[in-house]
C-alpha cells in the first residue's frame, strides 16, 4: 500500500496540470493515467447486478460487452430479505470483476422507490431504507471482498428518471435524513465502501455532485466517509464547484476542459491546490487499493449460473395461492398449459447501463419440462407478442391449450421499454394484450397461476381474480426460469418477501400528485411519508402490503420478550421472539420488527421498520429469533437540534410477517432525558411558556406589569401565545422588564456553545 509519505511524494512530484488532469477520467470506463510516475489507469465497470465489462475501457458504448452472470436485479434481491445472500452475490460479482481487471464495481444502486412509475425501480432496492441499507451493505462487504470497490449510487435523492440531469428534488431535510440519506449512511458507516457515485440531479438547488453539503458535511464530516466520491456519468456541469464541493473524480473523460478549467481556478485563486491534494490523495489511495495483490483466479461461472439461480428463487414473492394450488405435483397426471411469450422468451434485466451480456439464459418452460414427471404433459402457447401487437391466433391457441388442461401457468410481464434507465413510466399496468389473454384463459380455466415478470411493480387489483396463485418473479436474472420451475414445483419454497408496496391503483401512491414536477423541480412534498409509511398513516387499502409474501409452509409467532436498557442516546431495546414452523415443508420466514412512538413532540410515521432477519426453520420446529435495537432506531431527526433526536416515552414495538401483519405487539419505555427546545425572541411565547424555566421567568415578568391584561387574564395571555416573544416586547411599550429574560438567555445560550 502507498502510504501517507509516499502519496505525499507522489503529490510532490506532480505538476498542477498532470493532478488537474487525474481528476476526471482518462476514458468512457477508467480514470486518467500519468505514465512518467507510473500512476496507471483503473477501469470502473457497470454494475450493479452483473459485470458489463467493455472490451475497449476508452470509449463510450452500451453495446455488447464479455460475457458475465446477470444475477437477479435488485428489485428481486432486494425482495429476498437476505443479507447473507447478497453477500454471497456480492462476492460472484467481485470475483467476475477482479477477473475482468475491473477496479470498481458500480453499484449498488440504493436509492429509495419513492414512486413505482421511476424506471430504474429495478437497480434500485426498497421503497424503506432499513432494508436498502442493511442489503445495500451486505452487497458491499461481498464486492469488496474480492479486492473490488464498489460504488453505492446515485447519491442522493435520485429518485425519478424524468429530467435526471436537471431536476432539483426539493425535500426538508428532515425528510432527507431518514429517508433519503439513511441507507447511504447505513451503508458507508458499516460497510466502508471504496467509492460513492454522486448522482445527477440537484438536491434543494444544487447539483449532487457539486453539493457541498452532501458531499463534505454530511458524507466525510458527520459519516467519517474516506474513500473517493466519483461523479455519474456526465453529473459535473461546473469541475471547480464540484472539486470545492467535495467531488474527487468527474467521469467520463472530457476531452481536458475539465482539467484546464480547474487549473484556471488555481492560478485565478478561486480554488485551493491544497483542496485538489485531498482529491488527488483519495485517488492515488484508491489506485493502490486496486493494485493490491490477490487472485485474479477463472471465474466458475457455472457455480455463479446455479448462485443465480438459487438467488432468484429467494426473492420471488408468492402473492397468493389460494386452495394451496402451488407447489405442483411433478408427479401428477395431465395436462399443463404452459403460456405466455416470457416462459420461452425470458424477461430477465432491464434496459440501460446495468444490462449485462449473460452467460447463458435459462427460460422457465424448458426447465419445468425438465421438472415435470413422465406423466405431465406440457403444453407451450406464447398466448402475445412482446412488442403488445394484438395477434388473435395467439390468442386462441392459448385459450385452446388452456382448455384442454387441469392448471395454466400464464407468464406476463412489463414490455420493452418499462424498466429502464433514462425514462420513466406512465402507469402501472401490465400490457393489455396481455390481460385480456388471461381473462380469456380464466374462463376456460379455474386453475390459473399467474408468473409476472416485471422491475417495477404492477397493478394487480383489477386482473388478480382471474389467477388462484400470482408468483412475483420480478427481473429474475440469466438463471431465473430455473428458478421459477424450481418454486412452482415445491423444489423450491417461496421465501421472498415485498420490500415495496402493491398500491390498489396508481392514484393512491403517495407521490401522485408531485411526481414528476415541472421539468426545473420536484417537490417531495409527501415528506416521510414514503410507501407504507403513507399508507399506514392514511389508513389506506393496499393490494399486497411491504412485507408480504407467502410460503409452502406456515408459521407461528408467540413470545415477545422485550426488556430496555440504560437510556437515552445509551439506551438499548433487546427483543426475542419465537417462530414455530406449523406446516409441512422447510421454508423460510422474514421476521420484521416495527417500532413507532406512541406520543410525540413531532408528526412521525405510525410504525417503521427497524429490524428484520430471515430464518429457516424445519417442519414442527421453532427459532427464537433476537434483535437489538439501538437509540437511534427509536429517534427522529430534529431540524430544530440539528441532531437525531430520542423522546423518551413509551414505543410500540411490534414483530410479524408484515407492515399490516404483525402478531406480537408490546409497549415500552424508553427513558431519556428531556431536550430543551433552544429558546430565543424568535420562539413564541406558547414556546416560552411551556419550557418550565423559561416559563417561570417570563411569568414573573408578566405578572410584575400592573395592571396588565396579560397578567390578569389568562384568555389574554392564551390569545398572544403563538406571537414571538421579540415581538411582545416592544407591544408593552417598555412596561414588560426584561432583564430576567436576558439573563435567562445569556444563560443558556452559554449552556449551548
Ligand atoms: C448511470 C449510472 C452508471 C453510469 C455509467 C449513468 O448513466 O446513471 O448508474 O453507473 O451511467 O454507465
Known sequence: MRDEARIADVLAALTLEEKASLLSGGGAWETAAVERLEIRPAVLTDGPHGVRRQADAEHFSLDASLPATCFPTAAALGSSWDAGLLTEVGEALGAESRAARVAVLLGPGINIKRTPLCGRNFEYLSEDPVVSGQL???????????????????????????????????????????????????????????????????INGVHAAQNGWLLTRVLREEWGFGGLVMSDWGAVWDPVAAVAAGLDLEMPATGGASAARLVEAVEAGRLDEAVIDQAIARLLTLLDRAAAPGSAGQVDFARHHALARRAAAESAVLLKNEDAILPLDPAAQGTLAVIGEFARTPKFQGAGSSQVSATQVDNALDAIREAAGEHLRISFSPGFRVSGEEDPALLAEAVSAAEAAETAIVFLGLPDGADTEGSDREHINLPDVQLRLLAAVAEVNRNVVVVLANGG??????????????????????????????????????????????PLRLADTPAYLNFPGDGAAVSYGERLYVGYRYYDAKDLPVSYPFGHGLSYTAFAYSGLHVVVDGEGDAAVVRLEATVTNEGPMTGKEVVQVYVGDVASSVDRP?????????????????????????????????PVHRRWVLEGGDFEVSVGRSSRDRPLTATVTVPAPALARPLTLASTIGEWLADPAAGLVLRHAISAMPGSA???????????????????????????????????????????S
Open 457 to 502: 411493480v404492477v397493478e394487480v387489483a383489477t386482473w388478480e381474480r382471474h389467477a388462484r396463485a400470482i408468483l412475483e418473479g420480478w427481473l429474475n436474472g440469466q438463471a431465473g426460469g430455473g428458478a421459477v420451475a424450481d418454486l412452482l414445483f415445491g423444489r423450491a419454497n417461496p421465501s421472498g418477501r415485498l420490500a415495496e408496496t402493491i
Open 606 to 638: 405510525a410504525r417503521e421498520l427497524k429490524a428484520f432477519a430471515k430464518v429457516e426453520i424445519a417442519p414442527g420446529r421453532s427459532a427464537r429469533v433476537n434483535f437489538e435495537l439501538r437509540a437511534r432506531d427509536l429517534s427522529f431527526w430534529s
Open 136 to 202: 445495500g451493505a451486505a452487497l458491499v462487504r461481498g464486492i469488496q471482498s474480492q479486492g473490488v470497490g464498489a460504488s453505492v449510487k446515485h447519491f442522493a435523492a435520485n429518485n425519478q428518471e424524468t429530467g435526471r440531469m436537471q431536476v432539483s428534488a426539493e425535500a426538508d431535510e428532515r425528510t432527507l435524513r431518514e429517508i433519503y440519506l439513511a441507507g447511504f449512511e447505513h451503508v458507508v458507516t458499516t460497510a466502508a465502501p471504496w467509492t460513492v457515485m454522486a448522482a445527477y440531479n440537484k
Open 710 to 752: 396579560l397578567a390578569s387574564d389568562p384568555t389574554v395571555l392564551q390569545m398572544v401565545e403563538s406571537l414571538p416573544l421579540g415581538h411582545l416586547i416592544p407591544m408593552t411599550g417598555g412596561r414588560l422588564d426584561i432583564t430576567g429574560i436576558g439573563q435567562f438567555l445569556d444563560q443558556t445560550n452559554g449552556e449551548g
